[in-house]
Nanobody, 116 residues
Framework: QVQLVESGGGLVQAGGSLRLSCAVS????????MGWFRQGSGQQRELVAA???????NYVDSVKGRFTISRDIAKNTVYLQMNSLKPEDTAVYYC??????????WGQGTQVAVSS
């Protein structure tokens, strides 16, 4: 059974940094893509960052230059390094594999709160 487990969230001040981790029960290469989504209070879920099996990355405009998605194949883990955090980054962050497919997987989410 495939499971994704996020960790690393917390409360930080604006300008601070956090690194989120997504531990995958199977090989990252079992999926075409891994990504991080977020959903703020009263907001729609949005894709923040994605990495495909060939290592290509994409980011939503609002986090470009501040967030970095990466992977550690040996540890079957995907990371989201978040720097220069802003209050508007406050949200529950979810790790997902192959979303919008018939074989999508989602983690339980981890809360990120950024104070001004």
């Amino acid at each position: 059974q495939v499971q994704l487990v996020e960790s690393g969230g917390g409360l930080v001040q604006a300008g601070g940094s956090l690194r989120l981790s997504c531990a995958v029960s199977g090989s990252i290469f079992s999926f075409n893509a891994m990504g991080w989504f977020r959903q703020g209070s009263g907001q729609q879920r949005e894709l923040v960052a994605a990495i495909t099996s060939d290592g290509s990355t994409n980011y939503v405009d609002s986090v470009k230059g501040r967030f970095t998605i990466s992977r550690d194949i040996a540890k079957n883990t995907v990371y989201l390094q978040m720097n220069s955090l802003k209050p508007e980054d406050t949200a529950v962050y979810y790790c997902s594999a192959d979303w919008a497919t018939q074989n999508d997987y989602w983690g339980q989410g981890t809360q990120v709160a950024v104070s001004s």
